[in-house]
T-cell receptor, first 112, second 110 residues
């Protein structure tokens, strides 16, 4: 079956621009997570959705970062006024209740 | 969430059994132990989860002693394709964020 799909796989943009990253979870998975990963580090939690609502957004670094999941399926991570420090791989995961998280292969974001 | 300690890196040879040990001295009663594997340019992949004693699946075995303060991931007869980063995680088995450490970078040599 289809796994977690993230688009685009790569995104290059200039400092100050706005970006949107999309995540299509596994069908039927109610929980959705966003992480970001810098080179040589483990993934760092950003936000977690249960259905349409954000159950935990404690990992969002500042108010330039925002995520939505309006219909409880697809999610979009939005970053305003991007900075070079935002460059990383952004990973999305989904899970069934109490089940292991299944990750996509991420979007590699590069801010020039 | 319980903190874990695991080796930064390990080398082994094709065909060998590899054991990666993780320490989690302050594991809580309701915590499970979970291992993920990550290949370059891919997201982490769930390998195995256990609570106590031994768990085995088609990929690996997980050994957990009675005091649960450590655990060992065992990969039988590794191949070059097992070269990856392996993360040990400890937490309750519920929908919640995962706190990843730096993992163990396993390098399999021919």
């Amino acid at each position: 079956g289809a796994g977690v799909s993230q688009t685009p796989s790569n995104k290059v943009t200039e400092k100050g621009k706005y970006v949107e990253l999309r995540c299509d979870p596994i069908s039927g998975h109610t929980a959705l997570y966003w992480y970001r990963q810098s080179l040589g580090q483990g993934p760092e939690f950003l936000i977690y959705f249960q259905g349409t609502g954000a159950a935990d957004d404690s990992g969002l670094p500042n108010d330039r970062f925002f995520a939505v999941r309006p219909e409880g399926s697809v999610s979009t991570l939005k970053i305003q006024r991007t900075e070079r420090g935002d460059s990383a791989v952004y990973l999305c995961a989904s899970s069934l209740p109490g089940g292991p998280q299944h990750f996509g292969d991420g979007t590699r974001l590069s801010i020039l | 969430l319980a903190k874990t300690t695991q080796p930064i890196s390990m080398d082994s040879y094709e065909g060998q059994e590899v054991n990666i040990t993780c320490s989690h001295n302050n594991i809580a009663t309701n915590d499970y132990i979970t291992w993920y594997q990550q290949f370059p340019s891919q997201g982490p992949r769930f390998i195995i989860q256990g609570y106590k004693t031994k768990v085995t699946n088609e990929v690996a075995s997980l050994f957990i002693p009675a005091d649960r303060k450590s655990s060992t991931l065992s990969l039988p007869r590794v191949s070059l394709s097992d070269t990856a980063v392996y993360y040990c995680l400890v937490g309750p088995n519920r929908d919640d964020k995962i706190i990843f450490g730096k993992g163990t970078r396993l390098h399999i040599l021919p």
